[in-house]
DNA sequence: CTCAGCCTTCTTTTT
DNA sequence: GAAGGCTGAG
């Protein structure tokens, strides 16, 4: 096996490794070459490792492009090269770190040809592919058949491309309620993936399943990658799927420098075939491989690490790993019976804002739920008494239906064979819905012109929309025009103007606020000068975290975020809200039986916070979910009575 | 037959 | 607070 020695080069180093590291992250940053993995226990200071380590390759003279930094979200890439580059005190511009799927549509983009896709190709979210699904379902099946909806076929599909399972046997063994449906959906499936090749279409799944195909195909290009990305660091290890668990190996193939950085206790994605099996057998798939344990913890203070020392202690699947604080003590983590949830919003809102005039930053704070629904009352609750906040779970901005429409006109322009977004738009024009719609679709589908064909379509329409699809024609006639090609930002405004607007205006109470969103993508788009491009990122979801660092309010605002987005993040203060058996844990998890991976999910939520952190749970409910009396969660029932102070809230 | 609007249902997590 | 189903209007 060929290896790269880093060389320690003349100059002196900037950067005194000794004096800013303890001894566990010294020798994992120092870790010479070949395979390592990295074990990290929250707030053990994983990304201070990933980044010094980064530092360090650069310094000791490893080209940046030579070095592929893959993390699970876009903001936590930006995050670790920033701290890399203040760190070295110069540019790593050239180094590639992302997301798998950002680096993997990089590498399509290049090699769309050995994938089989033609250039262009649009990126399917969620909801897309499950319009797609649905059109599947419809195609293959009349009405009546006891059939799952698109949504679930999705989930399905993308569960067993991810695991690299058959999807029959995933059918059988993870959703037998449907196995007898099993060969149906097997032949909706293959329809579906026949026809995103046919419309150049992928979803998030493709661009990982094609990675791995166009490596495992081309040995030319697989090798050239491999000796491109010389230096491999992959950070939430534990959260890698078995696909992405090979694309890794694929590229590090030759090398096997590559160094995996996780957390056991803190693997939550199984839902999408995330497997911490991963992270256990890294030691056999890579029998040379160093392994490096970080156990310090520099975050939180001894209290709440105990609490969440005995929290993960009721997990059996888990190695065993023992954190200590070297934080000085504070108080030990608060409990907090509420009557109900808006009992709750109200004791939330009414601490933020003692601690806020007590001289506690409101960035320093953070709302942790479960799912997003428990943030309503919340979010009401900040509003009526103007306490400033974020929002960072539901509705992404580029979700919304207004955001969407705009961005499937600007798809069918860069991909004249996307049928969701040909259907999309056609369906904005009134007096064209689903039936007028599919017809059209079929005129352009033949045409190996779809744009050109549009206009042949006028006899298909009703009477009554004749004027608004003339209107609809004019635009797509306009957008076509090549220099929207090389500017998203015109695209989006002429679209906007010559019609959108009007839409919007007789479809929505409040379209000004849609369209001050649409103005607000158009000044963003001006950084790109091809479409492409552009939608591509936006599909990947880099955008929505860039806009909202972008923001910043100068004296900050209290996070409120589901507990997977909180990953990796942290705040003085932590309340954690809705702590009732149903709700954390989901009452989903405890019929299929994912107890321990909600515990994992509590733990991560509960090692977020530095020094206060406070669980809620309202005792009654008194909304659609009213089992009438809530149970308070087992996750709190299961620990010993003095890892908390019981505080008391009195009635208002 | 096609479309739009009202009504009910049901809330997990994400690239 | 969204999305699918049902119903009535055209």
Known sequence: MKKYFIHRPAASFRVDYEKDLNPEQHAAVLHNAGPALVLAGAGAGKTRVVTYRVARLAESGVMPENILLLTFTN???????????????????????GTFHHIANLLLRQHYRLAGYKQGFSILDREDSRELFDACIAEVYKKDSVLPRGAVLAEINSLAKNTEEELGSVVTLRFPHFAEAADAICRIASLYEKKKIDLNLMDFDDLLVQWKKVFEENENIREYYSLKFKYILVDEYQDTNRLQADIIDLTARGHGNLMAVGDDA?????????????????????????????????????????????????????????????????????????????????????????????????????????????????????????????????????????????????????????????????????????????????????????????????????????????????????????????????????????????????????????????????????????????????????????????????????????????KGLEWGTVFIIGMNDGRFPSAKSLRTDDEEEERRLFYVAATRAKEALFLCYPVSAEDWNNLGLLRPSRFIKELQPDSFEEITVEDV
């Open 266 to 566: 803190q693997s939550i994605y199984s839902f999408r075939g995330a497997d911490f099996e991963n992270i256990l057998r890294f030691p056999q798939r890579y029998p040379e491989a160093a392994v490096y344990k970080l156990t310090t913890n520099y975050r939180s203070t001894p209290e709440i690490l105990t609490l969440a020392n005995r929290i993960i202690s009721h997990n059996k699947n888990q190695f065993s790993k023992e954190l200590h604080a070297v934080r000085q003590p504070g108080d030990r983590p608060g409990l907090v019976p509420l009557r109900d949830v808006f009992e709750e919003a109200e004791y939330v809102a009414s601490m933020v804002m003692d601690m806020n005039s007590d001289g506690t930053a409101f960035d320093e704070i953070s709302i942790l739920y479960r799912s997003h629904y428990q943030s309503m009352q919340t979010q009401m609750e900040f509003q009526r008494r103007g306490i400033p906040f974020e929002i960072r779970s539901g509705l992404k901005f580029f979700e919304q239906a207004h955001i969407k429409d705009i961005l499937s006109f600007l798809r069918i322009i860069v991909n004249p064979y996307d049928e969701i977004s040909w259907k999309r738009i056609l369906k904005l024009t009134r007096g064209i819905g689903n039936i007028t719609a599919s017809r059209i679709w079929d005129l352009l589908r033949v045409s190996n012109t779809p744009l050109d064909a549009l206009a042949g379509a006028s006899s298909l329409v009703p009477r009554k929309a004749v004027e608004g699809f003339n209107r609809f024609l004019e635009l797509i006639g306009s957008l076509r025009d090549e220099r929207y090609l090389s500017s998203p930002s015109a695209a989006i405004d002429y679209a906007l103007r010559h019609g959108y607007e009007d839409h919007l205006y007789t479809t929505y109470p409040n379209a000004e606020m849609r369209i001050e969103d649409i103005e607000q993508m158009t000044r963003f788009a001006l950084r790109y000068d091809s479409l492409e491009t552009f939608l591509s990122d936006l599909a990947l979801q880099g955008v929505a975290e860039a806009e909202s660092g972008d923001a910043e309010a100068p004296e900050g605002k209290v996070v409120l975020s589901t507990v997977h987005q909180a």
């Open 75 to 97: 903001k936590a890439a930006r995050e670790m090269m920033r701290r890399a580059e203040q760190l070295i005190g110069r540019n790593i511009a050239g180094l590639h770190g």
